[in-house]
């Protein structure tokens, strides 16, 4: 069966050595002393490859199913998803305020190329929310953030990649969808969106599209 091992001594280098990152200016940098980094991606290591790299072939075997519309991922895929949680590896770079850890993207950047690389089937599920997360964090209102972002954070509920209409694929400039904000603040829409990824499974309470 393939393996996966973390490169940590080769990202330790770059953060250190090439990136010198706590000479850096960025906020939170100085923070990133290279005991510090060490741990986390040791950690953010033995994740990947002694639970996440194995159930390559369990997704390749199994797939998800679909029974009485209920979306089932592979076996281990739920129990892998609640160890992801509970490290906290969710949020490892969002903002305390809504629950994460408030480490600089830098770190979250070399821990997510870990998940990534040891398996992106199962990867994408908190990576697709954290990428969701970040939007309604850069652009939704205080209202949006305090309602969804401190359970798309821990992942209790998850997000999707909504990208593209029935009629056009990948060809996003075919897309016709529109909102036209009325005067009470609401927003007409016309067109319709499908989902992509992860829009429906079995390891969160609430799926946010």
Known sequence: MPSYTAPIKDMQFVLHDV????????????ELEADFTSAILE???????EVLAPLNAVGDQEGCRLEN????TPKGFKDAFAKVKEGGWTGLDMPEQYGGQN??????????????ASN???TMYQGLTHGAASAILAHGS???KDTY???????EWTGTMNLTE????????LMRTKAAPQEDGSYKITGQKIFISSGEHDMAENIIH
């Open 19 to 30: 990136l010198n990152v706590t000479a850096s200016s960025t906020p939170g940098y100085d």
């Open 43 to 49: 950690e953010a290591g033995k994740l990947t490859s």
């Open 69 to 72: 519309g209920v979306v089932y």
């Open 103 to 116: 480490m600089p993207y830098i770190l979250g950047t070399a821990v997510g190329e870990m998940f990534s």
């Open 120 to 122: 992106q089937a199962f």
């Open 142 to 144: 205080d209202a949006q």
């Open 149 to 155: 972002l401190p359970n798309m954070v821990s992942c």
């Open 166 to 173: 029935p009629h056009c694929g990948t060809d996003l400039g």
